[in-house]
């Protein structure tokens, strides 16, 4: 097994103080990277265990922190803090780009090759940096078909690949197709793909909360949803055992 190496990284983001996990393969040279967003619960070990996956796989990976270390237990929480927070463009932002450069000031990483996963929360975030204009690779989003403010997907530089539960009450048919409209209505290379019987949060095992409806874990999509996002970064960012672009 390849050696993976973790450290815990702080730093400033929408008033708070964040705590990211970040995950190194084994070596010393620069490797492609992947910034990867929470859920809106937050960055808890089934995260960065996403992180350390990647570092196995030889990517730099950085799981990022949106919550300031906190990990919300009660739902009702989790939205009071998030909906504002989606309903914030600018805000998602900011955060995305104090993680990205986090991620850009590893000496590991190859700046010129970065791309962008997120779940939920997390997944809006990264969809936000791509309409922001940052220089990405691929971005891939779980449980995240949020749309942006018009005209400003155009501005988005990379395949999008986009996967949702088809049960999911959340993200329901409309807006699956708000999502798709905006992406085609702007010239991007996109992917949604629908997990069939699957409800929100499929990708995520159980935990120890109170759930909402209509939120539950498919344990078979998740691992499909899994492999659908390394074969993105591998069509995208592929990576040999050395680091370099084949």
Do not use: K
Not at 57 to 75: E, Q, S
Not at 220 to 240: F, K, N, S, Y
Request: charged residues 20%.
């Amino acid at each position: 097994m390849t050696t993976v190496t973790t450290r815990t990284v702080t730093y400033p983001a929408d008033g708070l103080t964040m705590i990211g996990h970040l995950a190194l393969p084994a070596g010393v040279d620069r490797r492609p990277a992947v910034l990867i967003g929470p859920e809106g619960t937050g960055l808890n070990d089934f995260q960065r265990r996403r992180a350390d996956a990647l570092a196995e796989l030889g990517y730099v990976a950085l799981a990022f922190d949106i919550n300031g270390g906190r990990w919300f237990t009660d739902p009702e929480e989790m939205l009071a803090h998030a909906l504002p927070l989606l309903a914030d463009p600018d805000r998602m932002r900011d955060i995305g780009h104090a993680a990205l450069d986090v991620l850009r000031a590893e000496p590991r990483t190859d700046r010129d090759r970065i791309a962008a996963i997120g779940y939920g929360t997390g997944g809006a975030i990264v969809l936000e940096l791509g309409r922001d204009g940052v220089d990405l690779r691929a971005i891939g989003t779980v449980n995240a078909l949020t749309t942006g403010r018009p005209g400003e997907a155009a501005r988005i530089r990379c395949p999008v690949w986009a996967g949702v539960g088809s049960e999911d009450p959340i993200m329901p048919a409309e807006q699956r197709d708000a999502f798709a409209a905006e992406m085609q209505a702007a010239g991007v290379d996109w992917r949604l793909v629908v997990y069939g019987g699957a409800l929100h949060a499929f990708h995520h095992p159980p935990v120890e909360q109170t759930v909402r409806p209509g939120v539950g874990h498919h344990p078979q999509h998740a691992e499909r949803a899994w492999r659908d996002i390394v074969g993105l970064l591998a069509e995208c960012m592929p990576v040999t055992a050395s680091g370099e672009s084949p």
